[in-house]
Nanobody
Framework: QVQLVESGGGLVQAGGSLRLSCAAS????????MGWYRQAPGKQREMVAL???????NYADSVKGRFIISRDNAKNTVYLQIDSLKPEDTAVYYC???????????WGQGTQVTVSS
């Protein structure tokens, strides 16, 4: 089994920055993708940014130019640098891991990001 532990959430004013981290541990054979989703109150969970084993990362249109995803493969850790935060970025941010293209998704426990106006 793979476990994900997120950190880095918090309360920040609009325009501020945060850096989220997600460390994967356990039976990691390979990583097809790691990334971040978020869920705001009353809304469905949505993809924010994904980092793939090969190829360019994928970003939601709403975060392009403000969020940057990166990975440290040696540490099985994925990061999300969040700049120019907006109140609408307020959500619980979940780390996601998938071992293969059609593999099961593994989720972290979530980290709260709250942006005040």
């Amino acid at each position: 089994q793979v476990q994900l532990v997120e950190s880095g959430g918090g309360l920040v004013q609009a325009g501020g920055s945060l850096r989220l981290s997600c460390a994967a541990s356990g039976s990691i054979v390979r990583v097809f993708r790691m990334g971040w989703y978020r869920q705001a109150p009353g809304k469905q969970r949505e993809m924010v940014a994904l980092s793939f084993f090969s190829g360019a990362p994928n970003y939601a249109d709403s975060v392009k130019g403000r969020f940057i995803i990166s990975r440290d493969n040696a540490k099985n850790t994925v990061y999300l640098q969040i700049d120019s935060l907006k109140p609408e970025d307020t959500a619980v941010y979940y780390c996601n891991y998938r071992q293969s293209v059609f593999g099961n998704d593994v989720w972290g426990q979530g980290t709260q990001v709250t942006v005040s106006s």
